[in-house]
């Protein structure tokens, strides 16, 4: 079985285009499929995916395709591998955003019998990120111990941020 990325894209949410399939594995490419992620806009204005790259770790593509249609791999990928031994964090369901001249990603939390917490990573460049620490605090209201934070999207609405998400535990959440 092969992890491909579909696309679809709608002008006013009614009528759908399935475009290409822009991304596949290929011999030389690092990661051997993908599974969640986003898009956003890098700071030269193209549209960026950060999406999880399986058996590699965290992975950016890029397009300046006006239709999205083609996209490229970053050659650094994966801007943040897999981790191997005692990281504090797991690397993966990625959600990529540029605030003012920075780069920052979530990465999900990883729940089970070694959990580790969602995490923030940034970067001055989609190149050389680095770790920020966990994002959530444990003790938050309505958060359990054990809840991990899978498939993140992280954004702004109407003034407040908001995390939409699953809790393999609880279900989907914001």
Request: glycine share 10%; hydrophobic share 35%.
């Amino acid at each position: 079985q092969r992890n491909v990325l579909s696309l679809h894209a709608s002008v006013d949410l009614l009528h759908w285009r399935q475009h290409p399939t822009p991304l596949f594995p290929t011999a030389d490419s690092v990661d051997r499929g993908m599974f969640s992620g986003n898009c956003f806009v890098n700071k030269k204005g193209e549209a960026t995916m950060l999406v999880h790259g399986v058996g590699a770790g965290n992975c950016l593509f890029l397009s300046t395709d006006d239709n999205l249609d083609r996209w490229t791999r970053l050659p650094s990928n994966p801007i943040v591998p897999n981790p191997t031994g005692k990281e504090p964090y797991a690397s993966w369901d990625p959600c990529g955003w540029l605030e003012g001249d920075t780069y920052y990603a979530l990465f999900g939390g990883q729940p089970g019998q070694n959990p580790k917490p969602a995490t923030v990573f940034r970067a001055s460049r989609l190149e050389g990120w680095s770790y920020v620490g966990p994002f959530l605090h444990h003790e938050m209201p309505d958060v359990a111990p054990n809840e991990d934070i899978s498939c993140p999207d992280f954004f702004t609405l109407g003034g407040k941020r908001v995390l939409a998400c699953i809790a393999h535990n609880r279900g989907a959440r914001y």
